[in-house]
C-alpha cells in the first residue's frame, strides 16, 4: 500500500489478510510447484511489508516501490523513514537467508518506472533484468489518479498507473520466452476520476462496452462504482496484456472492505507468453467471462457470492486454484 497508512498496527484489514491467505497463497504455491522455483516479487509492499511476510516462502528476490509521503507528489524534502524501515526489513529477511536479493525504489511506481530512475540521492536506475512472476500491485488511490512527477530534464509530467502497468509488461515482453508463466495481483479503490476513465464512460470503445455502462448507470454509489472500475480494469487487462504478447485469465474479482471500511477491489491475473497472431496473444476468456459475474467477498473465513441488483450469474467455485485449473486458458496452455 506504499505507506497510504501511518497507523502504528497492521497495514491490513481482516480481509485483506483472508485474502492473502484463502485466495492467493494457493495460487503462489501452485506457481512455485509448476515452475519448480520461487518467485520474483515486484510491487508497492507497506513498510511492514505484511503481503512478502505472508508469501516469504514462495518469494525469492523483491523489487519494491516506497514513495515518502503518501497521496502527496514526491520531494527531496521529505522525510525517508519509511523507505529506510522497509529495507531495514528486506535486510533481516536477506541475512536470514529467506530472500536472495532485494531493492527498494524511492518513489511511486509510475514515476519511477516513466522515469527511469527513482527520487534516492544517488538516483537508482530502474532496471528489471529477470522475468517477473509475481506483481502484487496495492493502489488504495483510484486507479485512473495521475501522479504529477519531475522528469530528467525538470519538466513536471502526469504518469497514469496504466502508462506504468503497460511499461512493466512490454519489459517483461521482452525478457520472456514462449511458456514463461506469472501472476499478477492489483487492487484498487472503488470510485473513479480523470481523463482515462471519463473517456472510457463517455466515449466507450466498443458496443459491448458502451451496454455495460449504459446499464450500470442504473445503479448507484459503491454498486455503480465498482462495476464500472472492473469493466474499465478488465478492458485494460486485455489490452495491455494482448499487445504485449501475453494470454491472460482473470479470476472472480473480490469485492471487500480496507482499513476504515474502504470499498476496494481486487483482482487476481494469470499471464503466460503464448503464441502471437496477427492481433496479438491468444486470448481465451472475454470481458463477458468477467463482468457477467458477481463480486465474490467473505463471510467470516468463508467465500461467498456478492448479490446485485442486477441478474448477475454466481461464482460456482470459490477456490482460486480449482477456478484457474477448470479454465480453458489452462488447458490450453499450463497444462
Not at 78 to 85: A, F, K, S, V, W
Not at 197 to 226: D, V
Not at 251 to 262: A, H
Not at 282 to 291: A, H, K, L, P
Request: charged content about 25%; aromatic content about 12%; glycine content about 6%.
Amino acid at each position: 500500500m506504499s505507506s497510504s497508512e501511518t497507523a502504528k498496527g497492521s497495514f491490513s484489514s481482516n480481509h485483506k489478510v483472508l485474502i492473502r491467505k484463502l485466495w492467493n497463497q494457493p495460487l503462489l504455491k501452485f506457481l512455485v510447484k509448476k515452475g519448480n522455483d520461487k518467485l520474483i516479487y515486484l510491487g508497492l509492499p507497506s513498510s511492514k511489508a505484511e503481503d512478502i511476510l505472508a508469501w516469504i516462502d514462495f518469494i525469492k528476490s523483491v523489487i519494491a516501490f516506497q514513495c515518502r509521503q503518501y497521496g502527496e507528489m514526491s520531494s527531496p524534502n521529505q522525510g525517508r523513514e519509511e523507505i529506510e524501515n522497509l529495507e531495514v526489513l528486506l535486510r533481516s529477511l536477506e541475512r536470514q537467508r529467506k530472500l536472495e536479493n532485494f531493492v527498494v525504489y524511492d518513489g511511486y511506481l509510475e514515476e519511477v518506472i516513466l522515469r527511469g530512475t527513482d527520487n534516492s540521492p544517488s538516483q537508482i536506475t530502474f532496471e528489471q533484468g529477470s522475468v517477473i512472476t509475481l506483481y502484487n500491485l496495492d493502489f488504495c488511490n483510484k486507479i485512473t489518479s495521475p501522479w504529477e512527477f519531475v522528469d530528467r530534464d525538470g519538466n513536471i509530467k502526469t504518469a497514469y498507473k496504466f502508462n506504468a502497468i503497460g511499461e512493466l509488461l512490454k519489459i517483461q515482453d521482452s525478457l520472456s520466452k514462449v511458456s514463461d508463466k506469472f501472476i499478477f495481483l492489483l487492487t484498487v479503490h472503488c470510485s473513479y476520476d480523470g481523463k482515462e476513465l471519463h473517456n472510457f464512460i463517455n466515449s466507450p470503445p466498443n458496443g459491448t462496452i458502451g451496454a455495460y455502462i449504459h446499464k450500470y448507470k442504473a445503479l448507484s454509489g459503491h454498486e455503480k462504482n465498482a462495476r464500472i472500475v472492473r469493466l474499465f480494469v478488465a478492458y485494460q487487462i486485455e489490452k495491455f496484456f494482448t499487445v504485449n504478447n501475453f494470454t491472460s485469465k482473470m479470476l472472480p474479482v473480490i469485492k471487500y472492505q480496507g482499513l476504515n471500511d474502504t470499498p476496494l477491489l481486487h483482482f487476481v491475473v494469470l499471464g503466460t507468453k503464448s503464441i502471437t497472431t496477427a492481433t496479438g496473444a491468444d486470448n481465451f476468456q472475454s470481458i463477458e467471462d468477467i463482468v457477467d459475474f458477481q463480486f465474490i467477498s467473505f463471510e467470516s473465513d468463508e467465500m461467498v457470492n456478492l448479490g446485485s441488483e442486477l441478474e448477475e450469474k454466481e461464482v460456482s467455485i470459490l477456490n482460486s486454484v480449482d477456478f484457474f485449473v477448470q479454465s480453458k486458458t489452462y488447458d490450453r496452455l499450463w497444462k
